[in-house]
């Protein structure tokens, strides 16, 4: 199982940045995927998932800001950030819950400047 996250970067803060993590290994169609961040010195958390009917859930912090979606012919996840604030700045990471075992991506670094 491999998941590939990629999209981080330095942004002004108001900016957006769109994240993507492809998986292969698993039945994508199948999987729950989601996104979570780890902050500098801080434990890693919850931002949003998706599950395999494609209803989402956020973290109050990003409703309204962040959207996610998959494209299960891509083997996709993605989340568009948008209005993004210093405070969302973290490493991000992608997971996925396929037959009872989750998996986890490398993380991509999401830097945003006041």
């Known amino acids: 199982v491999q998941l590939q996250a990629s999209g981080g970067g330095l942004v002004q803060a108001g900016g957006s940045l769109r994240l993507s993590c492809v998986a292969s290994g698993i039945v994508f169609e199948s999987s729950f995927m989601a996104w979570y961040r780890q902050a500098p010195g801080k434990q890693r958390e919850w931002v949003a998932d998706?599950?395999?009917?494609?209803?989402?859930e956020y973290r109050d912090s990003v409703k309204g800001r962040f959207t996610i979606s998959r494209d299960n012919a891509k083997s996709t996840m993605s989340l568009q950030m948008n209005s993004l604030k210093p405070e969302d700045t973290a490493v991000y990471y992608c997971?996925?819950?396929?037959?009872?075992?989750?998996?986890w991506g490398q993380g991509t670094l999401v830097t945003v400047s006041s």
């Open positions: 997971k996925a819950r396929y037959s009872g075992f989750e998996h």
């Open positions: 998706i599950t395999s009917g494609s209803i989402p």
